[in-house]
């Protein structure tokens, strides 16, 4: 079963680059609720500051990638750095697990990327061109690009908490499968345990150990994940609360206080406008 289905498909994934080629001196990047930055060294050599993870030297090429990133900058060496630069969201709802996914910046040589190098060639091929319509093929790769990313952070074991990691694990990425695809069926710790093929006690703290929450924590923020975003799109409230697994619209208001401190109207009051 697809791992990364139900979340792709809840919180589309938009990117966009916004540099290719030199970075003329020091480049600072803000943080952005929901979204994050992937930058790529092709060329050169940079130091990558940090509030996360301190100062890094990065003097061959490599990917960096940030989710829900602090402030950062890019300082090019003596010999200069050639960049691909991308800033990415995750749809309507800012808090969605995949933007959660990783707390700290991630820098990873292109040389250990062999899965993702069609793809690298690719934009590279894009970036370093003009071309008809290469602002839309840069921006599709990079999301490409990022959803591949993903993938090879699963399955090359290095994290070992957060949700990615979870998804790794054989057993528990299939609760969490079945909570991503069935978010209004009646989960509970036991029926959870089962799809994992673990006892109840032994599941519950792989769980937490894990994913840095319980089972139930996690379920209902996956609800009120897939809840902001239906409302962001003008659903009524007896349609969301009956689609995340809620009995009616008070009992889904109920939620939103517990965890947002908000009603479900009152959190679409404060949200920013949009401009038409």
Not at 13 to 33: I, K, M
Not at 72 to 90: M, Q, Y
Not at 199 to 221: E, H, M, N
Request: proline residues 5%.
């Amino acid at each position: 079963m697809d791992r990364l289905a139900a979340l792709l498909r809840h919180f589309h994934l938009n990117a966009r680059v916004f540099n290719t080629g030199p970075l003329c001196g020091a480049a600072s990047y803000h943080g952005g609720e929901g979204g994050g930055y992937i930058h790529i060294l092709k060329r050169g050599s940079l130091t990558l500051e940090s509030a996360d993870a301190g100062d890094i030297i990065i003097d061959r090429p490599s990917l960096m990638f940030f989710m829900e990133p602090g402030g950062h900058r890019l300082i090019p060496g003596e010999a200069g750095a050639e960049t691909v630069c991308g800033t990415f969201t995750f749809g309507s709802a800012a808090s969605n697990p995949l933007a959660r996914a990783m707390a700290h910046p991630i820098v990873i040589p292109l040389e250990e990327l062999d899965s993702l190098a069609g793809t690298l060639a690719l934009l590279f091929e894009e970036a370093f061109n003009d071309r008809c319509g290469r602002q839309a093929a840069l921006d599709r790769l990079c999301e490409l690009l990022i959803i591949q990313l993903y993938r090879y952070l699963m399955e090359s074991g290095d994290l070992d908490v957060g949700l990615l990691a979870g998804l790794a694990d054989p057993r528990l990425s299939k609760a969490l499968i079945a909570i991503h695809e069935q978010p209004s069926a009646n989960w509970t710790l036991v029926t959870l345990a089962a799809r994992a093929g673990m006892s109840r006690a032994r599941f519950a703290v792989a769980f937490r150990d894990t994913l840095g929450q319980t089972p139930g924590a996690y379920l209902i923020q996956w609800r009120l994940c897939l809840a902001q975003a239906l409302l962001k799109e003008g659903k009524p409230t007896d349609h969301v609360a009956s689609t995340v697994g809620y009995s009616g619209s008070p009992a889904l208001a109920k939620a939103f206080r517990q965890q947002l401190g908000l009603s479900p109207s009152q959190w679409l009051k404060q949200l920013p406008k949009t401009s038409s």
